[in-house]
């Protein structure tokens, strides 16, 4: 099958408008040529569009199949459909003039009948994505393998009880990690799918972990071997689809990969759904990744407040946004990482051009967020408010406890010896929510 002539309406790519450009579809905030802190705003954010939620998703929910009616989805001949899907693909990264895009080896190139089938498969598509991305200038910004869709790995991939599934997932991630290479990719990705357990009748949780320890070494020296450079990131999720996922959040995953010795090399993709379902808010965990040197990309959406899933939407929150951006440019930006819209549009959005209105919007919500964010943290606002509550740990006696020149006893002696009581002082926290108003 052939790509339809004309997917979408819109024909030129989307350009900044200002906030007062009359189109729809024009960017009011993010123009990707502004320097902030020394860098353009492009720079800085590293959008991508996601290939699974935007090109692969046919719009089904758990009481309903296909609302989207993409014509690549009906078809004889996957491969044609595969090749026409690129096509409407690198339209949309045309179109929004992102610099990345993300993809799992099997949105974007069918599976085959065997391993073999499948790696021939994905290596025919990369060809075709090398050829449009040296075209387009759009690069890979990572690279996964969907190691959880297929009734193979119903009970885990890398966590399997069989080791053949755990041998044809590394067959896999072979495939994807070398393709992503190939590609220039920035970064490989480890989503622990179905890495995780429903009842402990039947899991052995102990030896699961081990298994998957087992298995992201196997990815890093292989990674290694074939000369990657990025990161490997692995990506924290509490729950769905197993009710207790091992990548839980970001402590549980920095405890594992302090386990098995793989912090050096593995890095955490952190997403704003997954934060959420496990009770903490987006910022919490990237300031926590940070301070533990494990933090890498971000898959960038919102969960709904009201639902208990990983809804997926598109990320328009501001507030939230500004205090993340806040968080990540306090800790130096984005290296290898960027901000990956693993965001779908709704169910009831099936006119083409959704697809457009959901990323421009999100993307000027992420900038007007990040400019933002450079003003507090160049006006020192919140910085300023954190350094002197703080100030005591910076004297002479807070630097000696920290640094281990204070036994016990020594503290203890010396408040017996003194006179003055410690003088609480008020954590302001609603003098600091008004002054983050002021900019957000
Ligand atoms: C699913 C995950 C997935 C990963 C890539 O919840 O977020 O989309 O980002 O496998
Ligand atoms: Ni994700
Ligand atoms: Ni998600």
Known sequence: MNAPARFFETTAPISFGGPQAPS???????????????????EHLRFAVCYWHSFC??????????????????????????????????????LLDVPFFTFHDVDAAPEGKTLAESVQNLNAIADIFEAKMAAQKVRLLWGTANLFSHRRYMAGAATNPDPQVFAYAAGQVRAALEVTHRLGGQNYVLWGGREGYETLLNTDMKRELDQLGRFVSLVVEHKHKIGFPGPILIEPKPKEPTKHQYDFDVATCYGFLERYGLTKDVKLNIEQNHAILAGHSFQHEIALAQALGVFGSLDINRGDDLLGWDTDQFAMNGQELALVFHEILKGGGFT????????????????????????????????????AASVMLDSGVLTDALKERYAGWDGSEGRAILAGERSLADLADRVLRS?????????RQEFLESLVNRYV
């Open 57 to 94: 998703w046919v719009g089904s929910d758990p009481f309903g199949g296909e609302t989207f009616l993409r014509p690549w989805h009906h078809g004889t001949d996957p491969m044609a459909m595969a090749r026409a899907k690129a096509e409407v693909a690198f339209e949309l990264f045309r």
């Open 419 to 427: 006179s003055t009581e410690p003088q609480p002082r008020s954590g």
């Open 24 to 42: 729809p579809l024009a960017f009011r905030w993010y123009d990707k040529h502004r320097i902030v802190h020394g860098k353009r705003l492009e």
């Open 336 to 371: 290898t990482g960027g901000l990956n819209f693993d965001a779908k549009i709704r169910r009831q959005s099936i006119d083409p051009d959704d697809l457009i209105h959901a990323h421009v919007g999100s993307m000027d919500a992420c900038a007007r967020a990040f400019l």
